[in-house]
C-alpha cells in the first residue's frame, strides 16, 4: 500500500520561497516514479513537476519551469519540492504522487489514474 503524507506548505508573500517535502512508504515490490500536483479552487488537479527515480530525469509544466525544483531522496523515499519566486497564481493544495503510471506517461499521466493521494498541503501566496 502506497501512503504519501505531504507537508512545508504555508502563507507567504509574492517573490518569497516555500520547500515542500513530501514522505513516501512505498512497497518494495513495485517500482514507482514521483511526482507534484496541484489543486487551485474550481479547478482540476494538474501535475506541476515528474522525476524519474532511475536518472534523476525531471519534467516541469511551463507555468513553474524555471522557479521550482523537483528532487528526491531515493534513500528515504522523500520527494521535494523547492519554490521559489512564488507568484498568487501558484495558491493550490499541493499533492505529491507516486505511481508506476508515472513511469509509464510521465507528465501526461491523468489524476484519475493516480490510486494513492496524501491529505495534501496548502500553499498561499499573496500579492
Known amino acids: 500500500e502506497v501512503q504519501l503524507a505531504e507537508s512545508g506548505g504555508g502563507s507567504v508573500q509574492a517573490g518569497g520561497s516555500l520547500r515542500l517535502s513530501c514522505t513516501a512508504s512505498?512497497?518494495?515490490?513495485?517500482?514507482?516514479?514521483m511526482a507534484w500536483f496541484r489543486q487551485a479552487p474550481e479547478k482540476e488537479r494538474e501535475i506541476v513537476a515528474s522525476?524519474?527515480?532511475?536518472?534523476?530525469?525531471?519534467w516541469y509544466s511551463d507555468s513553474v519551469k524555471g522557479r521550482f525544483t523537483i528532487s528526491q531522496d531515493n534513500v528515504e523515499n522523500i520527494l521535494y519540492l523547492q519554490m521559489n519566486s512564488l507568484k498568487p497564481e501558484d495558491t493550490a493544495v499541493y499533492f505529491c504522487?507516486?505511481?508506476?503510471?508515472?513511469?509509464?506517461?510521465?507528465?501526461?499521466?491523468?489524476?484519475?489514474?493516480?490510486?494513492?493521494w496524501g491529505q495534501g498541503t496548502q500553499v498561499t501566496v499573496s500579492s
Open positions: 522525476i524519474y527515480k532511475q536518472g534523476g530525469r525531471t
Open positions: 504522487a507516486a505511481s508506476a503510471v508515472l513511469c509509464w506517461l510521465g507528465h501526461t499521466t491523468p489524476p484519475s489514474s493516480i490510486d494513492s
Open positions: 512505498l512497497p518494495r515490490s513495485e517500482t514507482y516514479c
